[in-house]
Nanobody
Framework: QVQLVESGGGLVQPGGSLRLSCAAS????????MAWYRQAPGKQRELVAS???????NYVDSVKGRFTISRDNAKNTVYLQMNSLKPEDTAVYYC??????????????WGQGTSVTVSS
């Protein structure tokens, strides 16, 4: 059984920084793409950033130059470094990992969500 546990959210002033972490645990043989999504009040969930097993990255235009996604395969962990935060970044952030357990098929796993609030 695989679980993703997120941490690092909180309240920060505009222009500040936060670093989100998401660690997977369980019987894991391989992890493919990792990603961060967010959902703001009254809005649909959107893909913020993704990183492949080869560490290729993609970002939604609104966070380019401010956010950096990275991964530590030895720790089964994906990070999101968020700098120059803006009020419009306020949302619940969810991590995603595509994981293979042993010799079984690949499945999608989601973290529980961590709240980020950017306000003065």
């Amino acid at each position: 059984q695989v679980q993703l546990v997120e941490s690092g959210g909180g309240l920060v002033q505009p222009g500040g920084s936060l670093r989100l972490s998401c660690a997977a645990s369980g019987s894991i043989s391989s992890i493919g793409v990792m990603a961060w999504y967010r959902q703001a009040p009254g809005k649909q969930r959107e893909l913020v950033a993704s990183i492949t097993s080869g560490e290729g990255t993609n970002y939604v235009d609104s966070v380019k130059g401010r956010f950096t996604i990275s991964r530590d395969n030895a720790k089964n962990t994906v990070y999101l470094q968020m700098n120059s935060l803006k009020p419009e970044d306020t949302a619940v952030y969810y991590c995603y990992q595509n994981i293979r357990r042993g010799s079984f098929s690949w499945n999608n796993y989601w973290g529980q969500g961590t709240s980020v609030t950017v306000s003065s």
